[in-house]
């Protein structure tokens, strides 16, 4: 059975850093792409970054510069470091794995920024 547990949302002013994690299983997570998204209240769910297999990185672009994507592929975990976090920054994040057309979600951890 595929799992992949959020973790590390909570609340932060403007300006604030937070850092999410994932821990995958059920799957052979150095095999996949790993990837963070978000969904606002209201609003569709948007991608964040992702990072492959071999290590190549996306990155919205909404959060370049202040949103890194990390992946330990001995801990079965990805996470994202979130500094300079804004009130645009506000949804529940939810983590993804992909590999040859097949994707897995998780739930999401909510983040809430305040100004």
């Known amino acids: 059975q595929v799992q992949l547990v959020e973790s590390g949302g909570g609340s932060a002013q403007a300006g604030e850093s937070l850092r999410l994690s994932c821990v995958a299983s059920g799957i052979r997570f150095d095999m996949n792409t790993m990837a963070w998204y978000r969904q606002a209240p209201g609003k569709q769910r948007e991608f964040v970054a992702d990072?492959?297999?071999?290590?190549?990185?996306n990155y919205a672009d909404s959060v370049k510069g202040r949103f890194t994507i990390i992946r330990d592929d001995a801990k079965n975990t990805v996470y994202l470091q979130m500094d300079d976090l804004k009130p645009a920054d506000t949804g529940n994040y939810i983590c993804?794995?992909?590999?040859?057309?097949?994707?897995?979600w998780g739930r999401g951890t909510q983040v809430t920024v305040y100004s």
């Open positions: 993804n794995a992909q590999r040859l057309g097949t994707s897995h």
């Open positions: 990072m492959a297999n071999f290590g190549n990185t």
